[in-house]
């Protein structure tokens, strides 16, 4: 697991050196040097690009913010990280899904769909996310490690991504999130100035 980590953040590493370059040979704007390192990091791992949304949150740059959020709404997805079985499932109960995702995020993958006349959205899980995410947290407690040895040792990445992965694992938690809905669905839906999606809970489980 330790050579694969460092094999990665070596790889990361080649990236980000190689698009400056590029941007400085050619004289390329700022926004083309953050897509290109964002879009083939986050081929390497989804996570990083949510890592890198939670870092900048701090700094007044408005347009690598913009841009981060494009990508964690948009994140590059494969085929078989669909649960093909569960929209199998949800459509053999009337449940009409349209075939390509209308957003993906680092935990789910989107879908439009219609139940009982009505216009609704499927968020399904990607597959093996919880085994994503875990390779995710070992490389970047990797990478933390290293950065303390570095000039940058003052940012204290260890700290931050020890703060915040438990927030990962809750976000991975749909039982969590369907029981949170319904208790703000309960308590606001009075309230005609605010909209809370509604959750089919005979439909859904921690999975979609």
């Excluded at 029981?179 to 959750?199: A, G, Q, S």
Aim: net charge positive; glycine share 0%; hydrophobic share 40%.
């Amino acid at each position: 697991m330790l050579l694969r980590n460092i094999y990665t953040i070596c790889y990361i590493f080649y990236i980000v050196v190689y698009e400056y370059i590029q941007f400085k040979i050619f004289n390329c704007d700022r926004n083309t040097l953050y897509f290109n390192i964002l879009n083939k990091i986050s081929k390497i791992d989804i996570f990083f690009v949510k890592l890198m949304q939670w870092i900048i949150m701090d700094i007044n740059d408005e347009v690598l913010k913009n841009m981060l959020i494009q990508f964690s709404n948009n994140v590059q997805y494969n085929d078989y990280e669909i649960n093909r079985e569960i929209i199998n499932e949800l459509k053999n109960k009337n449940i009409i899904i349209e075939n390509t995702p209308i957003n993906s995020g680092t935990i789910a993958i989107v879908f439009k769909g219609s139940y009982d006349n009505k216009n609704i959205i499927i968020k399904l899980k990607r597959n093996n996310i919880k085994k994503i995410l875990k390779n995710s947290i070992s490389l970047m407690s990797t990478i933390a490690f290293l950065i303390k040895f570095t000039y940058y040792r003052y940012l204290k990445i260890d700290l931050f991504i020890e703060t915040n992965m438990s927030y990962l694992f809750e976000q991975i938690n749909f039982i969590n999130e369907i029981t949170n809905i319904n208790t703000f669905y309960n308590n606001i839906k009075k309230n005609n100035e605010i909209i809370i999606p509604k959750v089919y809970s005979e439909f859904s489980n921690n999975d979609v």
